[in-house]
């Protein structure tokens, strides 16, 4: 019996600094939890807050929709 063949058959190898891929999603991350942080102090979240992370996480998918298009080409 073979094995059922792999759906995501395209290898793909290139090298990155880990700052490249993973800065804007840490930046995002440790913004988000400072908001929870703060929510939870005092119990309710503000408009502006919730544009500002609303923004960042604009940013982050920007960022990694040019990396996965950038991806793409090399196949």
Do not use: C
Not at 4 to 16: G, H, M, Y
Not at 51 to 65: F, K, T, Y
Request: charged share 30%; no cysteine.
């Amino acid at each position: 019996m073979s094995a059922p063949k792999r759906k995501r058959d395209v290898q793909l190898n290139f090298r990155v600094s880990p700052e490249e891929l993973v800065s804007l999603m840490r930046y995002s991350s440790n913004n988000l939890n400072q908001r929870t942080h703060r929510v939870h102090e005092i119990g309710r979240i503000y408009d502006a807050d919730l544009e500002d992370i609303s923004r960042r996480q604009e940013a982050l998918w920007d960022g990694m929709h040019q990396v996965l298009t950038q991806l793409a080409k090399l196949s």
